[in-house]
């Protein structure tokens, strides 16, 4: 079964400083993985997803995202943090029949000045 | 802008009414998928249509029915309604590639309140 996992229900860092937010996944086969953010009541925007290849994943808005196979984690990163950064996180994975995307139960980014 | 549009962007009703919920996908993407999105319950999936057939089906309730039409647009019903049915309900569309992506691009969401 597929499955993806946010630890922290919230994460909070200060403008500039670098952020992560965390994901861990399960999965039967190879993994595609995505991130998503969602501003307050906006839709779910895509951000970067894995597939294959190049363990760092670069996306949207400078974010990037690693993919660790031994640790089973898709950390999603940026360098220096905004305040406009601040928003809601989930952390997806597609189940390999096109069937069915699981998402994660999302992260809060709070980014202070 | 995604390209996916979802009517009405709030609606707000009675319990014990009945709604539907209309979303027209990316042009080409035949691809449908439906969520609800819940203060206490996050994203919760519904059902996937692909073409015009039903695919899979999430958490949804019996009360809850949706199909795919000959143009792709779908459409989510929503009956007999009960307070704990308020929530923003999502579409969201895809392709379907030979390989890899997939990605899944929203819609702005339906707000439903039900009083």
């Known amino acids: 079964a597929q499955s993806v996992a946010q630890p922290e229900d919230q994460v909070n860092v200060a403008e500039g400083n670098p952020l992560t937010v965390k994901c861990t996944y399960s999965?039967?086969?190879?993994?595609?993985l995505f991130w998503y953010v969602q501003y307050p009541n906006r839709g779910l925007q895509f951000l970067l997803k894995?597939?294959?290849?190049?363990?760092l994943v670069k996306g949207s808005y400078g974010f990037e995202a690693e993919f660790n196979k031994s640790q089973t984690s898709f950390h999603l990163k940026k360098p220096s943090a905004l305040v406009s950064d601040s928003a809601l996180y989930f952390c997806?994975?597609?189940?390999?029949?096109?069937?069915?995307?699981?998402f994660g139960s999302g992260t809060k980014l709070n980014v202070k000045p | 802008d995604s390209g996916v549009t979802q009517t009405p962007k709030h609606l707000i009703t009675a319990t014990g009414q009945r709604v539907t919920l209309r979303c027209s996908p990316r042009s080409g993407d035949l691809s449908v998928y439906w969520y609800q999105q819940s203060l206490d319950q996050g994203l919760q999936f519904l059902i996937h249509?692909?073409?015009?057939?039903?695919?899979a089906k999430g958490n949804i309730l019996e009360r809850f029915s949706a199909q795919q039409f000959p143009d792709l647009h779908s459409e989510l019903n929503l009956s007999s309604l009960e307070l704990g049915d308020s929530a923003l309900y999502f579409c969201a569309s895809s392709v379907r590639p030979i390989s890899g992506g997939g990605e899944l691009f929203f819609g702005e969401g339906s707000r439903l309140t039900v009083l």
């Open positions: 997806a994975v597609r189940a390999n029949n096109f069937n069915k995307f699981y």
């Open positions: 249509y692909y073409n015009g057939e039903e695919r």
């Open positions: 894995y597939i294959t290849g190049d363990n």
């Open positions: 999965v039967s086969g190879n993994p595609y």
